[in-house]
């Protein structure tokens, strides 16, 4: 074989070194609009919630329309409730047959339960279902964006009650509402916005959705509502 001279060597390595340098800059062309392109999809699947909308209902006083007292509402949940108060999560799980799980759905969230444990008796679970079915119907009905509203306290065991109170929570009574498997508590300024729109609702906005609703039923005759100024939430117990 003939044997390659240095100057031919020379124009080889050139060649090779040119083919790697164009091989690298299309994969760093290609790579390039890639990331332009995902970042576009990022920024298209991004939607700017610019345009507020609002519940045109009236404004009034929770304070003063839903006060009813610890008393009335446990007097309620003896009446229609369990007949012994779980003393445990395990005394409870031996209940399940007079209970009935309350799962997140479309129209309301069950919050990450602490000191509580998702189960109703059937009559306080289909109110609670009632209720999230008629104010997901007022956000439809006035062209409003889909939230879902947030359940943060359900049934408790007697051993919870003891924990809460260890917290400091002063609504935590030994002989609590929340016991008998009547009782609900529905926070009034965490709302799950479902529908993807530039429209959005204040929170105090969707309180009085959700406040309208609470008022109707109560003034139905359905259950009993206590405003919780300090645990921000409406404190329900089906009659």
Same mark, same amino acid.
């Given at each position: 074989?003939?044997?390659?001279?240095?100057?031919?060597?020379?124009?080889?390595?050139?060649?090779?070194?040119?083919?790697?340098?164009?091989?690298?800059?299309?994969?760093?062309?290609?790579?390039?609009?890639?990331?332009?392109?995902?970042? @576009?999809?990022?920024?298209?699947?991004?939607?700017?919630?610019?345009?507020?909308?609002?519940?045109?209902?009236?404004?009034?006083? !929770?304070?003063?329309?839903? #006060?009813?007292?610890?008393?009335?509402?446990?007097?309620?949940?003896?009446?229609?409730?369990?007949?012994?108060?779980?003393?445990?999560?395990?005394?409870?799980?031996?209940?399940?047959?007079?209970?009935?799980?309350?799962?997140?759905?479309?129209? !309301?969230?069950?919050?990450?339960?602490?000191?509580?444990?998702?189960?109703?008796?059937?009559?306080?679970?289909?109110?609670?279902?009632?209720?999230?079915?008629?104010?997901?119907?007022?956000?439809? #009905?006035?062209?409003?964006?889909?939230?879902?509203?947030?359940?943060?306290?359900?049934?408790?065991?007697?051993?919870?009650?003891?924990?809460?109170?260890?917290?400091?929570?002063?609504?935590?009574?030994?002989?609590?509402?929340?016991?008998?498997?009547?009782?609900?508590?529905?926070?009034?300024?965490? !709302?799950?916005?479902?529908?993807?729109?530039?429209?959005?609702?204040?929170?105090?906005?969707?309180?009085?959705?959700?406040?309208?609703?609470?008022?109707?039923?109560? @003034?139905?005759?359905?259950?009993?509502?206590? !405003?919780?100024?300090?645990?921000?939430?409406?404190?329900?117990?089906? #009659?």
């Amino acid at each position: 074989e003939r044997i390659p001279t240095i100057y031919q060597m020379k124009y080889h390595l050139q060649n090779t070194t040119r083919l790697v340098l164009l091989l690298a800059g299309l994969i760093f062309a290609f790579s390039a609009c890639g990331t332009k392109s995902d970042t @576009r999809n990022a920024k298209s699947n991004t939607i700017v919630e610019d345009t507020m909308v609002s519940y045109p209902g009236r404004t009034f006083s !929770y304070k003063d329309k839903f #006060r009813d007292s610890q008393s009335k509402q446990v007097q309620a949940a003896r009446a229609i409730g369990l007949a012994t108060p779980p003393k445990d999560r395990q005394h409870a799980s031996k209940m399940r047959n007079q209970l009935k799980l309350v799962k997140t759905n479309e129209n !309301y969230v069950v919050d990450s339960l602490t000191h509580s444990i998702p189960y109703l008796v059937p009559k306080a679970a289909a109110e609670l279902e009632s209720i999230g079915r008629e104010f997901a119907d007022i956000l439809q #009905r006035n062209g409003l964006p889909h939230y879902r509203f947030y359940v943060t306290s359900v049934l408790r065991t007697q051993h919870d009650v003891k924990h809460l109170q260890k917290s400091g929570n002063v609504n935590a009574t030994t002989n609590s509402c929340h016991c008998y498997g009547t009782t609900f508590d529905l926070a009034y300024y965490r !709302y799950d916005k479902v529908t993807r729109t530039r429209e959005y609702m204040h929170q105090d906005n969707l309180k009085l959705v959700l406040g309208q609703v609470l008022l109707n039923h109560q @003034r139905a005759g359905k259950i009993y509502v206590k !405003y919780e100024y300090k645990q921000a939430c409406f404190h329900i117990t089906v #009659r």
